[in-house]
């Protein structure tokens, strides 16, 4: 979310963000004018994570709605992570465009608390961060399953849920998959025979680092590279591992088309 001082109107935001080995943080954000629609503006944001600080600039912008004439506030972004909260705050300083001058950001990080495998049959209690979280079991986010930064459930094969924040939410009604496995009991050996057999490892799931594309097509973004690269990489080092592979468009854009990309 962003307010722009002193008006008292703020503008729901996502921002989603990867951060590679020399601790270069690229990403998209995506803003909504809140009295206005509808008027929104996706950019290409690019930085630096030094400690808890991040600092990020506008380097392009993806896509935009609204009647002619209209424009979005663009230039830097100075954040400060509360590891507690989960949450990313601090000030933009924009270019001297039209009004532009500076904004106010806060954002919240809804992540997997809990341990991410649980026992299978038992009642587990699975914890998440974020604010006025919502818990769906589609990603249609058709059927609603529970509210809250906690949820009780007895799960007896690996689940993924789709959480949602309440925390002035955008129009797109982002959701964030997350996954949770089952932990694998360790196998007893014989007494008089100890087996050497391995036991398997559980399932795990891996969510790739934000891989950008062109607005509209299935081209690549050069940023996209070492998101890309890091993953082949990972894949070379371990040849016998089976892979189940997901990915899904946002929702801008008309829905037909989505389905086709």
Known sequence: MEINPPKPRFCPAVLTLRTDK????????YEEEEYVSPITGTFQVRGRS???????AHVGQLQQTGPEGTYWCQGTISLTYDAAEEKLSGRATYRPVGTCHSGLFTF???ILKSPAAVTAGT???????????????????????AQGNSYSARLTKATTFYLTQGFYPTSRRTATPITVGIAVRPQQRPSAAPSRARVPAPAQTAVLP????????????PDSGPALDQLAAQLKAQPVV???IAGH??????????LVL
């Open 22 to 29: 020399d601790a270069t943080v690229t990403g998209v954000l």
């Open 50 to 56: 030094v400690g808890s600080t991040l600092q990020l």
């Open 108 to 110: 919240y990080r809804l």
């Open 123 to 145: 009642v587990s209690t699975l914890r998440v961060s974020g604010r006025d979280v919502r818990w769906f079991a589609d990603a249609a986010l058709q059927h609603p399953i």
């Open 210 to 221: 934000t891989v950008l594309f062109r607005t509209a097509t299935a081209d690549l973004l």
């Open 242 to 244: 089976r892979l189940r």
């Open 249 to 258: 468009p946002d929702r801008i854009g008309e829905p037909a088309k989505n």
